[in-house]
T-cell receptor, first 112, second 112 residues
């Protein structure tokens, strides 16, 4: 049973560029959440998608947007990249139970 | 005051020691309490979750929740070098789709 997968593994972008990160949830899961983890910090909630709709959003600017597809996979888009956006971006999937979120390996984004 | 406080450590113990990891929180709405383990450059791995107050045991791991004190703990018995990782506490309210709120993580090193 495949767990949560994310692509790409690493990414280097320049300030002002745009980036798209991808996530495939664990088999059978219908809810996808995205988190940002800065170095030495715990993950911070960006937003959550369920039934192709953004169900909940954390304290992140509109530069961060997302999408969920009919097969439950999801994308995270970040526009106008800032140096401070450099972080590990984690995708987590679940079956509507908030306490059982399973994380992927993450995408490490470096903005130069 | 942050919603979830966790001492980042680092914590260094010899193999076989009992390890105690703790978090405090301020939001009375939290009902679900999770512990994740994160190895370097990997995604967090769900270790245990507890609903409301009480204890839960799984092998060498025991999770405790004291809602009256807003304090949670994870105990690791007979610690092994393979337990060396960052341990993250996370919490959520009793609603489907609620975001996980994480502590900063405690870095544990178990020496052989």
């Amino acid at each position: 049973d495949a767990g949560v997968t994310q692509s790409p593994t690493h990414l280097i972008k320049t300030r002002g560029q745009q980036v798209t990160l991808r996530c495939s949830p664990k088999s059978g899961h219908d809810t996808v959440s995205w988190y940002q983890q800065a170095l030495g910090q715990g993950p911070q909630f960006i937003f959550q998608y369920y039934e192709e709709e953004e169900r909940q959003r954390g304290n992140f600017p509109d530069r961060f947007s997302g999408h969920q597809f009919p097969n439950y996979s999801s994308e995270l888009n970040v526009n106008a990249l800032l140096l401070g956006d450099s972080a590990l971006y984690l995708c987590a999937s679940s079956l509507a139970r908030p306490y059982e979120q399973y994380f992927g390996p993450g995408t490490r984004l470096t903005v130069t | 005051q942050k919603e979830v406080e966790q001492d980042p450590g680092p914590l260094s113990v010899p193999e076989g020691a009992i390890v105690s990891l703790n978090c405090t929180y301020s939001n009375s709405a939290f009902q679900y309490f999770m512990w994740y383990r994160q190895y370097s450059r990997k995604g967090p791995e769900l270790l245990m979750y507890t609903y409301s107050s009480g204890n839960k045991e799984d092998g060498r791991f025991t999770a405790q929740v004291d809602k009256s004190s807003k304090y949670i703990s994870l105990f690791i018995r007979d610690s092994q070098p393979s337990d060396s990782a960052t341990y993250l506490c996370a919490m959520s309210a009793n609603q489907a789709g609620t975001a996980l709120i994480f502590g900063k993580g405690t870095t544990l090193s178990v020496s052989s």
